[in-house]
């Protein structure tokens, strides 16, 4: 197996089914207040012509999310976060003048056989049914994802076809996600394996993290073997069975560190209370 | 000099006879029909400043936003004209009729081909200046250009496992692909996208896209081009499949199968196929088509048994019925084979089955028997595979495919036809 600190940050379709199952699973436990997610089979006749393939996906549907205009203050704590959701719970508050104070949106997350990552494609309405229009989706994108739509507009933010649906639905693009991926899950499995990391100075934090793992990867790269415990066969089963187990946890957190970024980037935003305990949860 | 097969595939072109939308016609007498050429490789709208000067004139006042509909199917823009054409149409229609629009754009179905997004697009600022510069070059095709550069970018991270040379693209390079498009000159698009190749250690390169002019002109001598090509597709080759799902009752029924009313009837997949690494073997169309369908051959080989049983099919139809019903419409696909191509697609036809070009380069146009990667050829694929409205010898190498019949954006985009029971309701979700 290879050193797990060249791990490119991608799943296989497998993999990912199993991310997904996991993390469908704690959202459900820790979320209770929360639309649920689902794991959803395609449409029936992909699945009878493409069989074999991973074919299902995750849906989360009817997430209501406040309209930015008319909350006075958009960055929200945890704790109004979570006064809001509680709030929303009872949808009789919401009276008739204010229909349309929350936008309600539907995610789906479907696997790429391209990129091998998850792909995140959304669209929502408003609650009288109407589908937003892009302008209206884009006022409710938090301000940095804006900037970003400016600069990177067709590696960010675009209007796709649905995989399985066929119609069109605004999507993340995927093609930086792995790499994020790794770099984020980087230092997390230099400290499980047991590696001694690279030194590093300090400074900003992603910079230095990405440098890092280049200087690192490049160094596995020439000496493949310096950094990993001396060979006899019998560690090197250790070290195989510890990567196995490795291998596993970052699955099990994959769909929820994947959708701390990608849900930000839309506005599907976790506080940070939830996503600690989300992640503690799949520690478990 | 000889014109080889990927030269022909660029100069293809569907002749469309286009009728405006009776809703949309204010004169009496209504518009009489254009006629005009859609390249293969181009997308529809493109088409729109030689069309609207035609129908100006019996539009209602409104602002512009054109698509187009086959026997009421709004036409998804972002796939090539020669695709839609292969997929929508078995019995090839010359000329293609088609109801053009120019309002009520169905947003609901069709990805927006003109917003506000767009013009938000920094690198659309220099496309808008590059009006000035280019007359073919008008302000509503350039939103397509997103499109094209993302499925240039797919098949890279295919190819390359990375989409860096996509994304290092100068604007002025992105400029002259899409350019190079419109006006369909391979050359041009051939000098920028030879950018697109990563180097490699020690200034070698590598990928299909340099050995597009060996494969174009055909003048290479043998044995170089040879090695050339078993050096050069050692990598993934990107494939968009489009699925297209006949019900078939009876055999008789699906002579004339009923056109599409919903894009639900069609099943789309981007995959990349490795290709075979062992030396002497070749990876073939066949072998591409048992990788992506299993299920849909005759006796499929062992290993392709066993991942079929594995995968399991707890809701397919049972196997009987469908092999049985494909194996009849399959002989009436084989009779009517050679009459189901285009102009173009004729002639590229021609140069396959002549196999000048694979004499040219010294190279046998078959693989030979032990290059099936192993497998029995009385395999039989049950459907028909349309490329660029080719129905290919599924015993072609698939590097040679990709090469020569592949998209502007590195594609191979294949058309599949294959049957399902009329029972299946294609919009159930179980």
New interface residues.
């Given amino acids: 197996m290879e050193a797990l600190n060249l791990w490119n940050g991608t799943l296989t379709a497998e993999e990912f089914k199993l991310a997904a199952l996991c993390f469908v699973d704690s959202w459900e436990r820790l979320c209770p207040e929360l639309p649920h997610w689902h794991w959803v089979p395609a449409p029936y006749l992909h699945r009878t012509i493409f069989r074999g393939n991973v074919q299902e996906y995750l849906v989360l549907e009817n997430m209501l999310l406040p309209v930015k205009n008319k909350l006075q203050k958009v960055e929200l704590s945890a704790r109004e976060d979570n006064m809001i959701m509680e709030e929303l719970q009872d949808l009789s508050t919401i009276n008739a003048d204010s229909a349309c104070e929350y936008h309600m949106y539907t995610y789906h997350v479907i696997y790429s056989e391209v990129y091998k990552v998850p792909v995140l494609y959304f669209h929502g309405h408003c609650l009288d049914g109407r589908q937003l229009s892009w302008e209206e989706i884009q006022h409710d994108l938090p301000q940095c994802s804006l900037e970003v739509a400016d600069s990177f507009h067709w590696t960010f933010l675009t209007q796709e076809d649905h995989p399985y649906l066929h119609h069109p639905w605004f999507s993340l693009h995927p093609c930086e996600t792995s790499h994020l991926m790794s770099l984020i899950f980087f230092r997390w499995i230099c400290k499980l394996q047991g590696t001694p990391l690279p030194s590093t100075s300090t400074g900003d934090m992603s910079l230095t993290t990405h440098s890092t793992k280049e200087a690192f990867t490049e160094k596995q790269r020439r000496f493949p073997e310096a950094d990993v415990i001396e060979a006899n066969s019998e560690t090197k089963h250790d070290v195989r069975l510890l990567q196995m187990s490795i291998k596993e946890e970052i699955i099990s957190k994959y769909c929820l560190t994947w959708l701390s970024f990608s849900g930000a980037a839309v506005g599907l935003n976790l506080s940070s209370g939830t996503f600690k305990e989300l992640w503690q949860a799949q520690c478990a | 000099m000889e014109v080889g097969p990927r030269k022909l595939v660029w100069q293809g072109a569907i002749p469309l006879h286009l009728e405006l939308h009776s809703s949309e016609v204010s004169t009496v007498p209504p518009p009489s029909p254009f006629m005009t050429l859609a390249p293969r490789h181009g997308y529809l709208p493109l088409l729109v400043d030689y069309i609207r000067p035609h129908f100006q004139s019996a539009l209602p006042p409104g602002p512009d936003n054109i698509w187009f509909d086959y026997k009421g199917l709004p036409l998804?823009w972002?796939i090539p004209t020669g695709v839609l054409f292969d997929l929508l149409c078995i019995e090839p229609e010359r000329p293609w009729k088609l109801t053009v629009h120019f309002r009520a754009y169905p947003?609901?179905?069709?990805?927006?081909y003109e917003?506000?997004?767009a013009a938000?697009?920094?690198?659309m600022n220099t496309l808008k200046e590059s009006l000035q510069i280019s007359a073919l070059f008008l302000k509503r095709p350039c939103h397509l250009?997103?499109?094209l550069?993302?499925s240039i970018?797919?098949a890279a991270?295919?190819m390359y496992g990375n989409?860096k040379s996509v994304?290092n693209l100068s604007q002025s390079d992105q400029l002259e692909l899409w350019r190079s498009l419109v006006k369909g000159d391979l050359e041009a698009y051939d000098r920028v996208a030879m950018r697109l190749r990563p180097p490699l250690p020690g200034g070698i390169t590598k990928g299909f896209l340099s050995q597009s002019s060996s494969g174009e002109t055909g003048v290479d001598t043998g044995a170089s081009s040879k090695a050339g090509l078993e050096s050069s597709f050692s990598g993934k080759i990107?494939l968009k499949i489009y699925?297209r799902?006949i019900k078939a009752a009876r055999e008789d029924t699906v002579m004339v199968p009923p056109p599409i009313s919903s894009?639900?009837?069609?099943?789309?997949?981007?995959?990349?196929f490795e290709i075979a690494k062992q030396q002497g073997v070749r990876s073939t169309l066949r072998d591409a088509l048992l990788k992506?369908?299993?299920?849909l051959f005759i006796n499929p080989p062992e290993m392709h048994k066993e991942?079929?049983s594995n995968?399991g099919?707890p809701?397919?139809?049972p196997s009987g019925y469908l092999e049985a019903k494909v194996d009849n419409v399959h002989e009436d696909f084989e009779k009517s084979r050679g009459t189901l191509a285009d102009e173009s697609a004729i002639s590229s036809s021609d140069a396959l089955e002549s196999h000048s070009l694979w004499k040219s380069h010294g190279v046998s146009p078959l693989p030979p028997p032990e290059s099936l990667s192993g497998l029995e050829s009385n395999i039989k694929f049950k459907g028909t595979v349309r490329i660029q409205g080719i129905e290919p010898n599924l015993d072609l190498p698939i590097d040679w495919i990709a090469k020569n019949l592949c998209g502007t954006e590195h594609f191979v985009h294949m058309c599949v036809f294959?049957f399902?029971p009329p029972s299946?309701?294609?919009?159930?979700?179980?």
């Fill in positions: 998804k972002h947003s609901n179905l069709l990805t927006a917003g506000s997004e938000k697009w920094t690198f250009l997103p499109s550069l993302n970018q797919q991270y295919i989409t994304m990107p699925v799902a894009w639900d009837e069609v099943v789309t997949l981007t995959r990349p992506v369908f299993p299920h991942k079929l995968t099919r809701d397919g139809p294959t399902v299946i309701n294609s919009t159930d979700k179980d």
